[in-house]
């Protein structure tokens, strides 16, 4: 869900007119004027924002889209008016008790999370941000971090006007720790881009590792960073192969191509192949020794019988023929 | 007399092998003329009169029209398909080591892992490779639903037991079945503490429209009747690099699929990477009936902390 879609749907919401047919959800009075405690910072919002695609997006649906599912009562769109007419508290309560089809997330969730989700959730509407900034809930948390109101749209501006955004990737040996870093060359320097979504991932086979926190945005130096874990496998060669690229949920609004360098981290994979054990599941010639052996001894056994047997018979009719001619 | 003996019998030679020469000449003419002969007359008995033609479907999809003199048996390239089919599903991934995460805190019954599962292998409704079963442990625990995949044990009773090699463990985990060498005997059924096998009893699904279908034992399919079958973790779509079937088609992340050399888990529904010992460590998962020995691949986290209703309470919530 790229921010333009939002503010577009967000224009849009404001000539909808949704038409409700459920009865009204009652929240007490003590909890509709609950304050939102997490500042509406761009890190809340990218937490919220990841929160609200693992555990609401199934039934709600992507924010401004109006395509949840079709239950009775259909979960609301996030972006719509209807939604945004809710206090924070309100919302707050909904997502912590539940009701019909919608999951208490009372067990599920931490608070913190649940409030993440509402930053997210209120950073669909501008105005609601606009209203929450005006009368933050917890001054202390508000004053030092930057409020996203105010930071998106330029950066998004100049991204819009300036020219080609750039990744790259830096490394620490020592600490194992990556940087990547988004910038864009403006007359023959770089200059760093903050507020860039990026994430720093490790390749694997089905989908890539991440290693920076969900949600990261670049700072104002235009790096986001992560550390490499020690115990993480490499490949058969000892390497892995780190990716800085925009999350795959930004890319419609960020066009830059990944980057990918190979490094010599990690612990090198030493592939074991259980075909080679002998065990009595693998193919016949993988067989166990003690199978092996007790099966050939046994055999060996009855044929050894056999041999002792013509023996005697044999030595019967030698005794028998010698005293026919005595 | 001596010495004149050597050139006699070389003479005698030169004529002798003049001879066979002439044999091989004439053999190999005749061969080749009734070569003629029978491919002119096959080409006659092949030309239709009529110049009847047939339409045929591309390899690239497209209709085209073949006289029918033209069409050719290609039994033998489906021999070759079959074989190679063979030959990798024997083999399997190098390298890879497949694990699977169900996460029971997150089913809700959906059963679109099962519907998805049953439409990949031609599978009858009454039929599962994966099927999902209310449990409740004793009287006072709490119920939940737990789907039960094959669990691809790294210690399988299933294979020791059978008789014609037709099941086996891959070197990347997978145990599969080939049902071209399955005599139907149903000792693995006894085997499997997990009741993991089904057998086709019956015609399966749609028998009649994949008859021709090249027998493919990574997806177990076209099924035969009177043979075993059970849950192969997908393993022509891992070839590809996607994830089973039941995995990504599950709308409420119960599923993560990996492999356990790479040490990445990915949850089939919000398609989100982690650490599989992590997920292990953190969640407290565990695999199931694991005092059997059987080393099961197959990792269940605890239902904990459900977000759906547990089995017979959804009356309950949904009136709330």
Redo the contacts between chains.
């Keep these: 869900m790229s921010r333009k879609q939002v503010f577009f749907t967000f224009l849009l919401s404001g000539f909808v007119v949704f038409g409700y047919s459920q009865g009204a959800w009652v929240v007490p009075a003590a909890d509709k004027a609950k304050k939102n405690p997490v500042a509406s910072t761009a890190e809340s919002i990218g937490k919220g924002k990841n929160l609200y695609n693992t555990h609401c997006k199934s039934c709600h649906g992507d924010p401004g889209k109006n395509n949840g599912l079709p239950l009775n009562p259909k979960p609301t769109d996030p972006a719509s008016e209807q939604y945004q007419k809710n206090t924070d508290g309100e919302i707050f309560y909904k997502i912590t008790n539940g009701r019909g089809a919608m999951p208490a997330f009372k067990a599920t969730l931490p608070e913190q999370d649940r409030w993440h989700i509402i930053n997210f959730v209120r950073s669909l509407s501008k105005k609601k941000v606009a209203e929450n900034t005006s009368e933050p809930a917890n001054q202390a948390d508000t004053a030092q971090a930057p409020m996203i109101a105010t930071e998106t749209p330029s950066a998004q501006d100049t991204l819009m006007a300036e020219g080609k955004l750039r990744l790259a990737l830096g490394f620490e040996e020592d600490s194992k720790t990556i940087y990547a870093r988004a910038f864009r060359v403006k007359g023959g320097k770089t200059v760093p881009v903050s507020m860039v979504p990026v994430e720093i991932a490790v390749k694997r086979y089905f989908r890539d590792l991440r290693l920076s926190e969900a949600g990261t945005v670049t700072d104002e130096n235009g790096y986001v960073s992560a550390i490499f874990p020690d115990d993480l496998p490499a490949d058969t060669a000892g390497q892995v192969v780190i990716i800085a690229r925009i999350p795959e949920a930004e890319q419609e609004q960020f066009s830059v191509a990944q980057v990918e360098v190979t490094k010599s981290w990690g612990v090198k994979l030493i592939p074991q192949n259980m075909k080679e054990a002998r065990s009595l599941w693998n193919d016949n010639h993988k067989l166990p020794l003690w199978l092996l052996f007790s099966y050939l001894g046994a055999v060996a056994g009855v044929l050894v019988t056999f041999a002792y047997i013509l023996s005697l018979i044999f030595k019967i009719y030698k005794i028998g023929k010698s005293s026919m001619n005595a | 007399m001596e010495e004149n003996n050597p050139i006699i019998e070389s003479g005698d030679e030169g004529r002798r092998n003049f001879l066979k020469k002439l044999g091989i000449f004439a053999g190999v003419g005749v061969a080749a003329a009734a070569g003629a002969v029978y491919v002119a007359s096959d080409y006659e008995e092949k030309k239709n009169p009529e110049g009847k033609k047939v339409r045929v479907l591309t390899a690239d999809g497209q209709l085209v029209e073949v006289p029918e003199s033209e069409l050719q048996k290609i039994e033998q390239e489906e021999l070759d398909i079959e074989d190679e089919l063979q030959r990798r599903g024997r083999e399997g991934i190098?390298?890879?080591?497949w694990v699977m995460v169900i996460d029971l805190a997150k089913c809700r019954n959906a059963r679109m892992c099962i519907a998805a599962c049953q439409a990949a292998h031609q599978l009858r409704p009454e039929q599962y490779h994966i099927n999902t079963l209310v449990m409740k442990d004793s009287e006072h625990s709490a119920p939940y639903y737990m789907p039960k995949p094959c669990y691809h044990c790294?210690?399988?009773p299933c294979?020791?037991v059978c008789p014609v090699?037709a099941t086996?463990?891959?070197?990347d985990?997978i145990v599969l079945i080939d049902n071209l060498r399955c005599i139907g005997c149903r000792f693995c059924v006894a085997a499997c503490p997990y009741s993991a096998r089904i057998f086709n009893w019956f015609e399966p699904r749609d028998s009649e429209k994949y008859k021709d279908q090249p027998y493919d034992v990574e997806l177990n399919v076209p099924q035969k009747k009177g043979t075993i079958s059970k849950c192969l973790f997908s393993a022509d779509r891992l070839r590809k690099?996607?994830?089973p079937y039941c995995v990504s088609s599950c709308?409420?992340?119960v599923y993560w699929?990996?492999?356990m050399?790479?040490?990445?888990v990915?949850n089939g529904?919000?398609?989100?990477?982690?650490?599989f010992?992590q997920l292990i460590k953190d969640n407290g998962g565990y695999t199931y009936l694991e005092e059997l020995g059987t080393k099961p691949r197959v990792y269940y986290l605890p239902p904990k902390?459900?977000?759906?209703?547990a089995p017979g309470e959804e009356q309950v919530?949904?009136h709330?």
């Design positions: 190098a390298g890879k080591s790294d210690n399988p294979v020791k090699n086996f463990k891959r070197q985990g690099g996607e994830l709308p409420n992340g699929f990996g492999d050399n790479e040490d990445v990915v529904t919000t398609k989100e990477a982690a650490r010992s902390n459900r977000i759906f209703p919530s949904s709330s």
